[in-house]
């Protein structure tokens, strides 16, 4: 990629790369002290049950057991595991141990010893006697149902999010532009239509995992594999009623998240273990615990009802949600809304729009971030019902897009009255090449209105589906990050951050950014991140905002730096700051008279300028006024088996505008890896429940996460935009890939079969089903 | 129970319990480049050479390994490094957990397979599962690597 810049919009590799590929030591477990504590958590058996009595007399009397911890040993705070800015947005409606376990899997006590087996024996010997309660497993009989899954007096809200427990009701929100009623009676043309989402499974590689230990300095130091340490930091000592001074949360390498890992999860416990014991400890989930005691995808039920006039001009949008949260309210609200904001803009010539609902406890796992987080979706009913409108009216699929959607320059009422669980901000779309994305993906799928679906073998349809979609940047006047900068002898900058690098590639293109604007190769810049006693202040990874809003954090202290080097060199020379420049090696007076090295001038800065000697640092700060969207266009070409029901994924082609990309070769795999994880949800991830409220899908042999045969071609291409308000024109990339693959998919299989799949994953059953119908 | 294993060239004496796994007793005797994915033989994640040959080392009962050679990724320095130039060439070592077992895979294959088609690679790889790529970048890696032998 030819342009104009030195170090972004190039395909450097990723700089922790060569080191994980080759097995250095880098993840929390890698790096836990070798005699720390196994922690182990007994776990709840029942979906609903309140504990009667515990008796863990014989499992301490267990050789090698060092402590146990039931609820009655732990201070009773509400709080919540999400991990957002403060206030959040979620409720505390959580104790990191409790009399009442909410789902199979809950917490029932912590179990500390010298090793595995010895924590296990003793999670085995402790004895609990339950009241095992009626539990709630279906999420639409949630609300008003007789049991009540949190009763608990102590749980709270932090500002009015439409919490009502007593109700079975984690958070709920209605908003309306317009008179949506009055515009669908006058429309020609009414849809109405109800789609099903499932419960996803994460599957980060790397389970869920920390360590701790006291350090000389009697503080508490924990390494984890979070998206959010100072969330983390901010979360544990209110649920542990520490001051956060006493409190360092360090994020090494880290095996994936996609939204599992913004949350705090594990590290109370250990942090109780330690306190209690003085001593290191450390947990590692199995992955059974992953699946049935981490967190998933919010299940939810969308009704749609649109209204168009004959030509399709989309004059109405309702939307009305009923989300599940699960055992507990993480993201409850956050993803709910996000199932509007980052939809409904995309069709922003609609006269009237609603969005409300509500989202209700159950007795499963909690449900938390996830990769897409409301929006994926949203986009599978919007987008689903958006091509229903095009075969009601006869019209090209894309044509109906193309006529309502969102463009350069426009703008969206939503934006202003939907934020993420409070009121969002104006903003005009200063970038979006959606229209380029759409007609790029036509010619890679070769796209034919004529020709959306044909029989290659008696019984055999391929097929070809599209949807469009929109995502953010993250979360305008909430979330910040920020950087700083320091020279050092030698010529070479120390990069510290707040950022949240997730294997992403995060760590890599800040430095970039910081080099590009440093006029210095990127290989100057030596990168220290995510520690909240060693690093600036940053929210974390998610949201899709590190890119953007870390990125621009990372640009102000670039620039900030220069300024501060310009100065110095300046005072060396006797020159005016505004007569000195620097071409990335050199230092210079603009008459040419006076030049020095960044090499010479660091050792000068550092150990020969007497009195003057000073470290040259900058830090730069960036929360957003903004979130500007990124765009795709995705576009499938399907095999359908009408005898068996099967449906293969031939090609899967996504155009992508994120703005500038960074590291080109990294966004492009940001949006592969999220159109793998979106077709997995559309053909065949699924958490499933027995009756009783067991997770069934506990394992990854009866979870199907798609492998690298299921699917035949993945085609990536990114749009050449620019956003003004972005780092070097970067928008964001880390979640608009998984968005469009259900709808697609849908919009696909109706072509091929004339019937509208409304209930997602696509197994060959429901496809069997539908074509007797 | 004691069991003695040869792993990256050297012999071990390595102390477990009868039901542990490979995985989780190499992991304890320090080698902690071989990661668990998913504990169920899935995921490739945990992939070591047994005597030159590809195994998931957490669905082997360690006790079985006794008096074998283990090779990990530490143990095929040079070829991973080449490797690895490939991979994070294209961005696709990601957030890495799942390369060093992906790694020992595409060396066995190399071994194994004479010029594989692309249908071929994605075949025998199809036991290393990853969450990060999506796979395609991972395919572009092998194939120029591949590519690059044959030079």
């Known amino acids: 990629m030819n342009n104009e810049f030195k170090e972004v919009k190039h395909s450097l590799p990723k700089i922790d790369g060569i080191g994980l590929v080759t097995g250095r030591p880098a993840y929390t477990d890698d790096l836990a002290p070798r005699d720390a504590l196994v922690v182990k958590i007994l776990r709840s058996p029942h979906a609903f049950a309140r504990i009667k009595s515990i008796d863990a007399q014989e499992a301490l009397a267990l050789p090698g057991v060092a402590c146990i911890l039931t609820w009655k040993d732990v201070k009773r705070i509400p709080y919540t595991r999400a991990g957002q800015g403060h206030p959040e947005p979620s409720p505390h409606d959580k104790f990191i141990l409790d009399e009442y376990v909410r789902y199979v899997g809950d917490e029932v006590a912590i179990i500390a010893a010298e090793d595995e087996a010895t924590a296990i024996k003793a999670s085995n010997l402790i004895k609990v006697d339950y009241e095992v309660l009626p539990p709630v497993l279906d999420f639409e009989k949630a609300a008003d149902n007789p049991t009540v899954i949190h009763p608990e007096s102590e749980i709270h809200d932090m500002f009015p999010i439409g919490f009502k427990p007593q109700r079975n009701i984690a958070a709920s929100y209605e908003m309306e532009i317009g008179d949506v009623e009055k515009e669908l009676a006058a429309c020609e043309v009414k849809l109405e239509k109800t789609f099903y989402t499932q419960s996803q499974a994460h599957v980060a590689f790397e389970p869920h995992v920390a360590f701790s230990y006291i350090d000389i300095h009697g503080r508490l130091n924990i390494y984890s594999s979070t998206q959010n340490p100072f969330h983390t930091r901010r979360l544990l000592g209110q649920a542990l009623d520490m001051p956060l001074s006493n409190i360092r949360i360090a994020k090494p390498r880290i095996g994936g998240g996609f939204g599992a890992k913004q949350h705090i999860l594990v590290e109370p416990f250990i942090a109780l273990v330690t306190l209690k014991t003085g001593r290191p400890a450390k947990i590692v989930f199995t992955r059974k615990e992953v699946f049935e005691s981490s967190f998933n995808r919010h299940q939810m039920r969308i009704t749609m009802r649109v209204g168009a006039d004959k030509e399709g001009h989309v004059k109405a949008i309702d939307m009305n949600v009923l989300s599940n949260t699960g055992a507990y309210g993480e993201h409850a609200l956050t993803t709910f809304m996000v199932g509007g904001s980052k939809t409904l803009p995309l069709y922003n010539k609609a006269k009237a729009v609603r969005y409300g609902g509500k989202v209700v406890y159950t007795n499963k796992v909690s449900a938390g971030a996830y990769r897409g987080y409301g929006a994926i979706q949203g986009n599978f009913a919007l987008e689903s019902i958006m091509d229903e409108l095009a075969h009601t009216i006869g019209k090209d699929p894309v044509a109906v897009r193309e006529m309502n959607m969102i463009r350069e320059g426009e703008t969206s009422e939503v934006f202003k009255i939907m934020g993420e669980g409070s009121e969002g901000v104006d903003m005009i779309i200063e970038s979006c090449k959606l229209d380029y994305c759409i007609r790029r993906g036509k010619e890679l799928i070769g796209w034919d209105p004529e020709k959306l679906a044909w029989e290659v073998a008696p019984g055999v349809v391929r097929a070809k589906g599209m949807a469009i979609a929109m995502q953010g940047s993250g979360i305008p006047l909430i979330d910040m990050g920020s950087a700083t900068l320091e020279l050092q002898d030698g010529g070479w900058f120390k990069l510290r951050i707040g950022a949240t690098d997730l294997g992403t590639g995060s760590d890599t293109i800040l430095a970039q950014i910081a080099a590009e604007e440093l006029g210095v190769p990127t290989s100057l810049i030596n990168v220290y991140a995510s520690d909240t006693d060693h690093t600036p202040y940053d929210v974390g990874a998610y949201a899709s905002s590190t890119t953007y809003v870390s990125g621009n954090a990372v640009l102000r202290a670039a620039k900030n730096m220069k300024k501060v080097m310009l100065q110095a060199v300046a005072e060396k020379f006797g020159v005016p700051a505004e007569d000195v420049q620097f071409d990335g090696m050199l230092f210079s007076t603009k008459d040419g008279k006076k030049s020095i090295t960044l090499k010479d001038f660091s050792f000068d800065t550092l150990y020969h300028e007497g009195a003057n000697m000073k470290t040259l640092t900058a830090t730069g700060s960036y929360s957003g006024l903004k979130s500007p969207p990124p765009y795709m266009a995705g576009f499938v070409e399907i095999e359908l088996d009408k005898g068996t029901g099967k449906v293969s994924i031939l090609n899967y082609v996504a155009v992508v505008d994120c703005g500038t990309p960074i590291n080109p070769n990294l966004a492009r795999i940001q949006v592969e890896g999220g159109v793998l994880q979106g077709i997995g949800m559309a053909m065949w991830e699924n958490v499933k429940y027995a009756d009783n409220g067991r997770m069934l899908t506990n394992t990854l042999l009866t979870y199907t996460i798609p492998s690298r045969e299921d699917v035949g071609k993945i085609t990536v291409e990114l749009a050449d935009s620019y956003e003004p308000s972005g780092p070097f024109g970067a928008k964001s990339v880390a979640e608009i890939g998984i968005d469009t693959p259900p709808a697609a998919i849908a919009n696909a299989i109706r072509n091929a079969i004339g019937v509208r799949l409304t209930d997602l994953p696509f197994t060959p059953d429901k496809v069997l089903l539908a074509l007797k119908k | ?151």
Request: proline share 4%; hydrophobic share 35%.
């Open chain 2, 1 to 151: 129970m004691t069991i003695s294993l040869k792993v990256n060239g050297k012999p071990v004496k390595i102390e477990c319990n009868p039901g542990d796994v490979l995985t989780d007793v190499l992991r304890n005797a320090g080698f902690v480049e071989v990661k668990k994915g998913c504990g169920t033989g899935n995921c490739g994640i945990c992939t070591v050479l047994l005597d030159g040959v590809p195994v998931p080392s957490c669905s082997l009962i360690a006790g079985r390994a006794d008096g074998h050679e283990i090779t990990t990724i530490r143990g095929v320095e040079a070829e991973a490094r080449e490797f690895a130039d490939f991979l994070v060439a294209e961005g696709a070592d990601q957030c890495g957990f799942c390369s060093p077992g992906f790694t020992l895979n595409v060396l066995a294959m190399k071994k194994e397979l004479k010029s594989p088609s692309i249908d071929e690679i994605k075949h025998y790889m199809a036991g290393n599962l990853c969450r990060c790529t999506g796979y395609e970048g991972q395919l572009r890696a092998v194939v120029k690597y591949l590519e690059a032998q044959h030079e």
